[in-house]
T-cell receptor, first 114, second 112 residues
Framework: AQTVTQSQPEMSVQEAETVTLSCTYD???????LFWYKQPPSRQMILVIR??????QNATENRFSVNFQKAAKSFSLKISDSQLGDAAMYFC???????????FGQGTRLTINP | DAGVIQSPRHEVTEMGQEVTLRCKPI?????LFWYRQTMMRGLELLIY????????DSGMPEDRFSAKMPNASFSTLKIQPSEPRDSAVYFC??????????FGPGTRLTVL
């Protein structure tokens, strides 16, 4: 069974600085998707960024980028120019290409200090 | 599009009572998922449907939980009888021919 591990329960960063959230996963599959979801206090699960395992290029969405290391099974999220609105729980998630189930990590609570 | 709609947003009930959570997926989506979020277990899939048919209910914790999807625009998750350990946030999500799942706002259930 696939597992996703987020080893940082909490992180904090100064506003305008850069922060990196870590995620590792375990799978025997070669084709899959990886996601980062943001959950603010409103509880809404918001997709931040997505990576297809077959793509070597790291995904980027504005201030958000990932470092995907397939051999190491590592998928970290970098947030540049942190803003107060980035404060939230961040979840890393895995989905096999042929599966429908999302497997989530335990989450990292990100605090932005003004 | 209105997105995935869940009701109620909050539910407080007493142990032993029946609870029904409701979900309206995004129009045209053919997959519907129910997830539960707790502090102890995080986010976990309970059950999912494809074209209104339950495909995998291996995450349903026990027989007290049941889910139905009578048509493409409506699903329910029922807990009968409810117990304090069922207190959690329950999310509904939907998708259409792609890896991305669109989540509803969730229902926070408190069982006293």
């Amino acid at each position: 069974a696939q597992t996703v591990t987020q080893s940082q329960p909490e992180m904090s960063v100064q506003e305008a600085e850069t922060v990196t959230l870590s995620c590792t996963y375990d799978t025997s599959e070669s084709d899959y998707y990886l996601f980062w979801y943001k959950q603010p206090p409103s509880r809404q699960m918001i997709l931040v960024i997505r990576q297809e395992a077959y793509k070597q290029q790291n995904a980027t969405e504005n201030r958000f980028s990932v470092n995907f290391q397939k051999a190491a099974k590592s998928f970290s999220l970098k947030i540049s120019d942190s803003q107060l609105g980035d404060a939230a729980m961040y979840f890393c998630a895995y989905k096999g290409r042929g599966a429908q189930k999302l497997v989530f990590g335990q989450g990292t609570r990100l605090t932005i200090n003004p | 599009d209105a997105g995935v709609i869940q009701s109620p947003r909050h539910e407080v009930t007493e142990m032993g009572q029946e609870v029904t959570l409701r979900c309206k997926p995004i129009s045209g989506h053919d997959y519907l998922f129910w997830y539960r979020q707790t502090m102890m277990r995080g986010l976990e899939l309970l059950i999912y449907f494809n074209n209104n048919v339950p495909i995998d209910d291996s995450g349903m914790p026990e027989d007290r939980f049941s889910a139905k999807m009578p048509n493409a625009s409506f699903s329910t998750l029922k807990i009968q009888p409810s117990e304090p350990r069922d207190s959690a946030v329950y999310f509904c999500a939907s998708s259409f021919r792609g890896p991305r799942q669109f989540f509803g706002p969730g229902t926070r259930l408190t069982v006293l």
